[in-house]
């Protein structure tokens, strides 16, 4: 068997310059980096509130390691919730407003995984052109057709809308905060647009989480939109520190997500340090809103500084 396909394929993104590595960086994420044995700023994580490294997730990981233990076992279909499942998924439901919620690996598989439950090949998934690759993979693996609209722009989203044939099931998914432009989604626009045509709305609150009044629960939450929206997710590997992500939304949401999503249902569950650090950071978020304002000085004051030096900002309303 010929293996020239890997080398070819390496020099072609060479050429393109596409090719992409990844830096070593010593120590923890902080403030600071070493890079490549180098001391520098770091100005692109998503440890927004600076959890990453918190004594309280640190304190959270070792205790549930000693209590619970290092694995989960298998997946929660056959070896069941643990304890911490079912803590954090009540923390996350009582953060967010919702009825219920369910905790997934990564914002990744949750997307994959949750927009094929809610659409199929006779339906339509109307999806903002800046979307995260996860959830355009989302869309894709669901078989609807897929109507990617401008970003942000509701004259198409309605063009989309009105064209979708009247008997298909129709999901609209955007991002709240979205994530390469630092721009938030019109969200009580895409909601009444959603009720006018008969559609439903998921939120995909990655970056939000943690950072909007009150308590950091997110856009949608900010807005009062949450009885309007069918499906909020976010992760917790950002603003909340750790890894992992969460679905928020109603107790049939929830069990027809434990029935159907194959990226819950065929996956090891999280393990308990994991857990026990996004149950911390949850607590911390509500407690210590000083995190959320020291966040919007800085980027407020990193954008003074570069608008001073000239360059554009584009339209991020955000530490994005
Ligand atoms: C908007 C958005 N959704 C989903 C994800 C995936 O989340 P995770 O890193 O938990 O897989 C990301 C980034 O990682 C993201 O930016």
């Given at each position: 068997m010929t293996v020239d396909f890997i080398q070819d394929q390496l020099q072609s993104l060479r050429k393109a310059s596409l090719y992409r590595r990844v830096r070593s960086v010593a120590?923890?994420?902080?403030?600071?980096l070493t890079v490549d044995g180098r001391q520098v700023l770091n100005f692109?994580?998503?440890n927004y509130l600076g959890l990453a490294n918190h004594p309280a997730l640190r304190e959270a990981a070792k205790e549930a390691i000693d209590r619970?233990?290092?694995?989960?076992?298998?997946s929660r279909l056959i070896s069941g919730n643990m304890t911490l499942h079912e803590e954090l998924e009540s923390q996350i439901a009582e953060l967010k407003g919702t009825e219920a919620a369910l905790v997934f690996n990564s914002g990744f598989q949750a997307n994959t995984g949750v927009i094929p439950v809610l659409v199929g090949e006779a339906d339509v998934v109307l999806s903002d052109a800046l979307n995260h690759a996860s959830i355009i993979d989302g869309c894709r693996l669901s078989r609807a057709k897929i109507f990617v609209y401008r970003h942000c722009d509701m004259n198409e989203l309605e063009r989309g809308l009105k064209n979708s044939p009247p008997d298909s099931r129709k999901l609209i998914v955007t991002e709240?905060?979205?994530?390469?432009?630092?721009d938030e989604a019109p969200l009580a626009d895409i909601v009444s647009l959603a009720e006018e045509h008969g559609a439903v709305v998921m939120v995909d609150e990655a970056h939000a989480t943690g950072i909007?009044?009150?308590?950091?629960?997110g856009l949608v939450a900010k807005l009062g939109l949450g009885d309007r929206v069918l499906v909020q997710m976010g992760t917790l590997?950002?603003?909340?520190?750790g890894f992992g992500a969460y679905v928020a939304g109603s107790q049939g949401l929830r069990e027809l997500l434990i029935n159907r999503c194959r990226s819950f249902i065929f996956t090891t569950a999280l393990p308990p340090a994991v857990m026990a650090m996004a149950i911390a950071a949850i607590d911390l978020i509500k407690k210590e809103p000083e995190r959320r304002q020291a966040l919007r000085d800085n980027f407020q004051l990193l954008r003074g500084g570069l608008e001073l030096l000239g360059y554009s900002l584009g339209t991020s309303q955000s530490q994005i």
């Open positions: 120590g923890e994420q902080d403030a600071i692109c994580s998503n619970y233990g290092c694995g989960s076992g298998a709240s905060l979205f994530s390469m432009d630092g909007y009044e009150p308590h950091g629960a590997g950002k603003a909340l520190g």
